[in-house]
Structures are given as C-alpha cells and as structure tokens.
C-alpha cells in the first residue's frame, strides 16, 4: 500500500505530463481511445466522489470563518471566467460550436487540481479548497444558468437538463463521498492516499477520449481554439489576482483567487459538451484541461518565489 501511495504521490505531481503526453497520443492514434467516450461520465462521478471523501468540516467553518474573503472568491470564479469566455467569443467571432464549448468551460466551477497549484504556490489552501467547495455545490444551478444566459446566442441551451447532468455527476458523488467518509471513517484515509492517481487516470481518460473523438476538427480548427484556450486561462489568472489586490487581500489570498479563478473543473466541462452539444464544443475544455495544468504549475513556481516584501500591496 506504502509503495502505490508513493506512485500516486509521484503521479499527481506530474498530472501536467501525463495529461498531455496522453493528448498528444490520442490526436495520433485515436482508435485507441475511442472506446472510452462512454466512460466520460462515470470517471467524472468518480472524480467528484473523491472529492467527497477528502472534504471535511473544517472547510465548511473556513466559509463561516471568512465569509467575505469566500464570497469575493466565488463571485470572482463565477463572473470572470464566464464574461470572458463570451468577450472572447464576440471578438474572434468563433463558430458556434467551439463558442458554446469555450463559454461552457467558462462557466464551470473551480477544480481541485486549484488546490493543489494553491499549495505549491504558498498560497491560502484553507480558502482555496473552500472556494472549489462553494462553487463546486452551486454549480448545478449557477453553471446552467450561466450557460443558458451566455451560449443561447450561438446554439439553443436548456437549463433543466444540464441541471440534471451536474446534478448526477457532481452533487450526487460528492454526497456518496460525505457518506462513504462518515461511514468508513479513519478506513477511508487508505482510499485518500491512492486518490491523487485516480483522479489524473481519469482525468487524462476524458481528455484522451475527447481528443480521440474531434480528432479531424482539432486538426482543423485545433490551433483558434488552443489560442482561445491560453488568452481565457491567462486572462483569468491575471484578473483573478487583480480582484484579489482590488479588494486588499494579502498576498497569499491574491495568488489563490487567481489560482481558483483561473482553473476550471475542464473534465466536468468536457462531459457536459459531449452529453449536451457535440464532441467539438467538448475540445475546449480537453484544450484547457491540457493547458491550465501547464500555466497553472508555471504560475505556482512563479508564486512560490514571491513575498510579502517583494509584493506591495
């Protein structure tokens, strides 16, 4: 057990890697992956059912503790990624499908890979895991309502059924987790050790099976949307900051509100894209799975060099 832990050790500390070594395989062999499209929700709903095995109490008293700082974070996540996936998409007046896949990775929640970026960062952990946490159990309301808002422009949206898909594949397994976690109680800790390695398998299983799906359309239009990808990921890493100085917060608060705002959870976008549009509009969420743990890792390292005194308020 000691030794799979220290391989998922080793493996979420090179989650970038894999994702975009399997990426790249999959643009070139995507018979190979093809079959796991159909895996797509299930290993969502696995990941999200991690999440509920790690989330503890004390990250829910982190809202009660620090509410503002909470809140300032979620409006954050849930206004600048969202306006500025649909400036974007306005400006370089994108195709409809690829529009719908870029707001709707916009609109999604903030991932847990944020947390880990927050920690290498130096960053406030304790509040980064709370903002992941608010927005992840907002999302079934506020990610389809957003997209309704935003994407009916280009294609025609219903709110009820995206509200049922993150309802199964976010809400429901996280809930399953809180159980499983009050049920198993100090057994589950064997589960949270090896959960790193589940959570990079399946998250470069959906983006492999996205890729290997829209295969001929990324070779077509797969260099607009990697430039979308990186201006909406950098925009919102910088802005995210911003806020952050906006609003006075301390240096570590700054860099995760622009660690939080920046990454989004790109595998729950890829699955909704895939169920609810078409595997192109599912190719920015894949794209920017790929790309956000690149910058997010760059930005980290950058981070993790600055202090207080090198930052002034």
Not at 77 to 103: D, R, S, T
Request: charge should be positive; aromatic fraction near 8%.
């Amino acid at each position: 057990m000691r030794a799979l832990a220290a391989l998922s050790r080793f493996v979420g500390n090179t989650f970038a890697l894999w994702i975009l070594l399997f990426a790249v395989l999959a643009f070139y062999q995507p018979a190979w992956f093809l079959p796991l499209t159909k895996w797509i929700v299930p290993l969502l709903g696995l990941i999200m059912f991690g999440m509920g095995l790690t989330l503890k109490a004390e990250d829910f008293r982190e809202v009660a503790r620090r509410p503002l700082r909470v809140l300032i974070g979620v409006l954050a996540q849930f206004i600048i990624m969202p306006g500025l996936a649909w400036l974007l998409c306005k400006a370089l007046q994108l195709p409809p499908e690829i529009a719908v896949g870029v707001i709707l990775v916009g609109c999604c929640p903030g991932g847990t890979a944020s947390n880990v970026m927050t920690w290498f960062s130096r960053g406030d952990v304790a509040l980064s895991v709370a903002i992941t946490a608010v927005t992840t159990l907002l999302a079934p309301v506020v990610t389809p309502a957003l997209i309704w808002l935003l994407a009916s422009a280009w294609l025609p949206v219903e709110f009820s059924p995206l509200f049922m898909s993150i309802l199964q594949v976010v809400l429901l397994p996280i809930a399953l987790g809180l159980v499983a976690q009050r049920l198993l109680g100090e057994r589950v800790r064997l589960a949270v050790d090896v959960l790193p390695l589940v959570s990079v398998v399946s998250i470069v299983a959906i983006v492999a099976a996205v890729v290997a799906a829209s295969q001929a359309k990324i070779a077509e239009s797969g260099l607009l949307i990697m430039a979308v990808v990186v201006l909406h990921n950098g925009l919102g890493l910088a802005l995210g900051y911003l806020a952050g100085r906006l609003f006075g917060l301390p240096l570590a608060q700054r860099k995760t509100l622009s660690i939080e705002v920046g990454m989004q959870n790109s595998g729950l976008g890829a699955a909704l894209a895939n169920a609810h549009f078409s595997p192109l509009a599912a190719v920015p969420s894949a794209l920017f799975s790929v790309w956000h743990n690149l910058s997010g890792s760059l930005l980290a390292a950058v981070f993790r060099r600055m202090s207080d005194g090198s930052d002034k308020a």
